[in-house]
């Protein structure tokens, strides 16, 4: 194969014509395999008179040979001529051809540097010293890619070398900003890298980065304060700014000094370009978004902004320099207010998409503009400094609005709207500081200048914020006119025909003020106006789509609680068409979550229950039952399924909610059919045998004796509850599909009691957990134990140790050894407790008797929080410390006292502090190594509570007080013979813990 065979083919793919460009492709497919195929493509790629088209589709295919082809391509000499040769292409003369060759280049190096590419750095290198403008970039492309693959033995040799080289680009003015962004965004990759070595070699960053940054940080400095010429000009700003911010939260103590100079400079431009901002962006109907440069990357003075805002949130994250944003928080936020403003061209595409503007103007929003940038700063700076934040936002508000003019006049509607949003988002914040009566806030004066002037103006943008920001505060109206302006205009509001924007700003406000009013006397406050709104909301959400309607339902769902006469009333209609909204928006996981949610708020009223018995759930029984979907829309297998899920989830939410006796349609036709899905199915789904066996708990504890009486063609419900716990607990099924099996088996022994055989099925937890490794799966079956232990702990010991695990091991040492390695991670209050207490059972007993229990060995982990991560402790290179099981009962009892008296200390202290900065942050002066700290603490830190569980409810286990139960017991143990030698295994924060008791020995 040759350059002259391959070429034509290239050209052809690049034909108007399909039927040619289809079969080129083909071609080229076939060529592939061949020797000289990246070779020729190489050829072509740097060859000076082809034409772009050519050079360009013919570096597409090379990059492609190089990611999917290159490791595994066997003709290495070919290899070794495209890496000898291509390197030269990164200074042609094209900038789109040097993109090209920067790109494959870093996809081979990928897989060959540095073993099999030992002399890429120094070519790199050599053709930076160059000084050739197109050389230098093409280079720095590369290196670019290539810095985020060099490892910590590399550093050493590369840094020394490499920087010098950068910092001189950095500096010479010569080199586009492009280039001098680049160098940047290397030295931010090589700091992450270093700052990380520095855990292990406390010298990386004194030897490697200390020296040059100081020089490097200056001249940063004075290109940020650089007037931008041109919008490529922000891109260098836009970079300095993010090195500064990575540099700030790397090295905060470093870096005093230079926050104290880039401060001035980045106010400076912050607040220069705020005029220019509203006059060019905001104001401006032929504004079009920023541009993207050739790595895919905004560039304007948007991503400037972003970054500004992004440094001045790191300065607040650190207490030595929140105090320096505090001293100028007023300017700051009336700056911000000024950047929240609406722009020309964002209106423009919200009145042709509603649904774009629900999804973009939020503060969670992924599409970021300007804008939302606000007020994600807005929102973090009124978490750090709440009360100086709420007294600063006052200020600038009335400066603004002050200021500003007639709300009629031009654009200053928007001054008024970015101030009202402002006030929206900071609500939280400025309802607890007013609540503290840490603030003197005068709503009715904001209500009377703001609210009332914007609410009679004819832009929608500016009345849907208002009406959205005034239900916000509708305890803080100052009379009843207000309250009756409010609750008429949001009624109006959700009336057909209504602006978009002005109906979005409505069916807020609704959910808003239904979330302001918790208390059964407040609720009467929209009493009325909910004969109007729950109508319209019904209305409305025929006909709409997506994030407008999910929109609509979450106002619903929290409407129907106020009044649930009003749906009581017409309750076959309303549950008719949610149903069919559940049918035709079956493939939409979000929206069909929204319209369970709304279901079962209905379920919560006695008067819906048999309309929905009637009209909902012989709907769901048919998509349970249908083989092929039922919606509208065609589904995936995945699709299907996650529908299905919703369907069993929401009959079992049905079902809790639904008085004993259960009715005939759950017991005869819901239990029969989920049976036959999650024991019948082919393909055993995780998903549905974990939401079928909830369903069918529910069952069990709504219904008992119905539904374990219940014949299905000759099987008995007990039968097939029994089959079904067998296929949770098969060994050979996914492990996550028992997630919930241990509480049905739960269940079925508190209900079933002596008729069942319960030797088999706790044989079958044991085999299930023997081959779990999940801890959480393994906390569901270790309580199916604990519970028993509780109830009965030395008959459930006896039965344990007459069983094996089927390796061989006894199955009450087994439990015991895994009970112990997860308590520190278990997560659930209920499930804690169950187990706590459970351990001040099985403690005594271990130390009282002479059995082979208390040799049991097992590990002594504890946890290391470095750099954000969490990491286990290395103690000894010989692998985890063993210590006896007693020992670790011990530890785990004190570290959970622990983390009992550290949630009564947050009860206790919960609230606003005097100090507004009462949430230390870490000292930046702090040096010290990594916080060694328990696995219970880390567990008790990211446990995530689940709602409490119906079947639990009535465990007398409940009631016992943790904090009584653990002092009392470690009280009591401290006169145990054993206690000093348990207690000489105790770590400083468990002696500390034990400490508060003042017993002797601890």
């Keep these: 194969m040759s350059v002259e065979q391959i070429a034509p083919l290239i050209s052809q793919a690049l034909s108007a014509n399909k039927l040619e460009q289809d079969t080129a492709q083909e071609q080229l497919k076939v060529l592939a395999p061949q020797p000289d195929y990246a070779t020729s493509l190489l050829s072509i790629l740097l060859r000076q008179d082809a034409p772009l088209s050519v050079r360009q589709m013919a570096g597409v295919l090379l990059k492609q040979f190089a ?89 050493y040799t590369v840094a020394p070398v490499l920087f010098p080289r950068l910092i001189q680009l950095f500096q010479t003015e010569t080199f586009g900003p492009g280039t001098r962004a680049r160098v940047l965004s290397i030295f931010g990759t090589f700091t992450t ?96 978004e920023d541009d993207v440069d050739s790595d895919g990357s905004e560039i304007g003075f948007g991503p400037l902004v972003q970054a500004i805002f992004e440094f001045i949130q790191a300065l607040t994250e650190r207490k030595k320099y929140k ?67 709420v007294e600063a936002l006052m200020n ?99 009336k057909p025909g209504t602006p978009a924007p002005v109906m979005i700003g409505a069916m ?76 035709k928006h079956a493939s939409d996981t979000f929206i069909v979550t929204q319209v369970n949610d709304v279901l079962i708020t209905l379920a919560d009223i006695p008067e819906c229950r048999g309309s929905i018995q009637n009209n ?87 219904g008992f004796q119905q539904v374990s009486t219940l014949n299905i063609n000759g099987v008995t419900g007990m039968e097939y509850t029994m089959q079904l716990i067998a296929k949770m607990l098969d060994p050979e099924v996914s ?21 069942l055989n319960i030797n088999e099925i706790l044989q079958a937890v044991l085999n299930k957990l023997a081959k779990c490794e999940t801890p959480t799966i393994q906390q569901s079956l270790l309580v199916v134990f604990i519970k028993l232990f509780n109830h009965d702990l030395e008959g459930s010991m006896s039965f344990l140790q007459s069983i094996n695990t089927p390796s061989g091991e006894n199955g009450l040492v087994f439990v015991l050894k895994s009970w112990c390695e997860i308590q520190e991670i278990f997560t659930g209050e209920y499930e804690t407790k169950v187990a706590v207490i459970a351990l001040t059972k099985f403690l005594p007993h271990l130390l009282a008797s002479d059995s082979p229990l208390s040799q049991i060995m097992v590990s002594d982990e504890e946890m290391s929080l470095e750099g954000g991560r969490i990491t286990r402790s290395n103690k000894t290179t010989q692998g985890p410390v063993m210590i006896p099981i007693t020992v670790k009962i011990f530890k785990i009892l004190v570290q959970e006292f622990g983390n009992v008296l550290e949630e009564l200390e947050a009860e206790k202290n919960g609230g606003l502090s005097d100090d507004e900065d009462d949430i230390e942050e870490e000292e930046d002066e702090d040096d010290g190594g990594p916080q060694f700290v328990s696995i219970a603490q880390i567990a008790h830190l990211l446990a995530d509570d689940d709602d409490e569980d119906e079947d639990n409810k009535d465990d007398p286990l409940n009631d016992v007080d943790l904090h009584s139960h653990l002092q009392q017991f470690l009280t009591q143990l401290s006169t145990h013979n054993s206690y000093n030698q348990l207690c000489q295994a105790l770590n400083e924060n468990e002696k500390t813990v034990l400490n508060s008791l003042q017993v002797s020995g601890s």
């Design 67 to 155: 990611e999917n082809s290159w490791q595994d391509c066997p003709h290495t000499a070919a290899k070794d001529v495209v890496k000898a040769n291509i390197l030269p292409g990164l200074g042609d003369s094209l900038s789109k051809v040097r993109s090209s060759v920067a790109a494959i280049v870093s996809e081979i190096a990928c897989v060959d540097f540095p073993d099999n590419w030992t002399g890429l750095f120094d070519q790199l290198l050599n053709m930076m010293g160059t000084g050739e403008p197109n050389q230098v970039h093409g280079v720095m492309k590369v290196l670019a890619e290539l810095s985020a693959d060099i490892t910590d033995s590399q550093v």
């Design 193 to 288: 890298l270093i700052s990380h070595m520095d855990s292990v070699d406390h010298a990386a960053n004194e030897n490697l980065l200390f020296p040059i940054l100081p020089g490097l940080v200056d001249t940063t400095i004075a290109l940020i304060g650089t007037p931008a010429s041109e919008k490529i000009d922000y891109k260098l700003q836009t970079e300095c700014v993010n090195f500064l911010s990575k540099l700030v939260q790397t090295f905060p103590k470093q870096m005093g000094d230079k926050v104290s100079s880039a401060l001035p400079v980045l106010w400076q431009l912050l607040t220069k370009n705020a005029e220019d901002h509203i006059t060019t962006v905001v104001n401006n109907p032929d504004h079009v």
């Design 323 to 389: 105090a320096m944003i505090r001293k100028v928080l007023p300017d700051v936020l009336f700056y911000l207010i000024t950047y929240l403003s609406i722009p020309e061209y964002q209106m423009e595409l919200w009145n042709e998409d509603p649904e774009k503007y629900v999804e973009d103007d939020d503060e969670d929003s992924m599409n970021y503009t300007v804008r939302t940038g606000a007020m994600e700063l807005l929102i973090d700076l009124a978490t750090e400094m709440k009360v100086p934040y």
């Design 396 to 494: 600038a508000i009335t400066r603004h609005i002050s200021s500003c003019g007639n709300i009629n006049e031009g654009y200053n509607w928007k001054l008024y709207e970015a101030c009202a949003t402002a006030m929206n988002i900071s609500g939280d914040v400025i309802e607890e500081c007013l609540e503290a009566k840490k603030v003197d806030f005068n709503f009715g004066a904001f209500y009377s200048t703001v609210v009332l002037p914007g609410l009679g103006v004819d832009r929608p943008f500016l009345r849907g914020r208002l009406l959205w920001m005034t239900a916000s505060y509708i305890k803080r109206l100052p009379n009843e006119d207000a309250l009756n302006t409010l609750l008429e205009c949001t009624c109006a509001a959700l």
């Design 508 to 583: 807020k406000g609704v959910y808003a003020m239904c979330a302001e009013l918790s208390e059964p006397e407040e609720k009467q406050v929209l009493h009325k106006s909910m004969e109007l709104i729950i109508p319209s909301l019904f209305d409305l959400a025929g006909n709409m789509e997506g994030d407008l309607l999910m929109l609509c339902l979450d106002s619903l769902r929290v409407s129907v609680s106020f009044r649930p006469d009003i749906v009581a009333v017409e309750a076959d209609k309303v549950n008719k068409f949610l149903v069919e909204l559940f049918v």
């Design 616 to 702: 909902v759930v012989p709907v769901l029984l048919q998509i349970l039952r249908s083989p092929a979907p039922t919606s509208p829309k065609k589904q995936s297998e995945e699709d299907e399924e996650d529908m299905k899920t919703e369907v069993i989830d929401l009959l079992t939410t049905f079902i809790r909610k639904t008085p004993v006796p259960l009715p005939d349609v759950y017991v005869k036709e819901v239990f029969p059919a989920v049976m036959s899905m999650t024991i019948g199915s082919v393909k055993d789904s995780s998903a549905i045998l974990q939401s079928g066996g909830e369903c069918v708990r529910a069952c069990l504890a709504q």
């Design 735 to 755: 492990e996550y599909g028992a997630l919930y099996s241990g509480r049905l088996v739960s269940s079925l022994i508190k209900h079933a009691g002596t008729a």
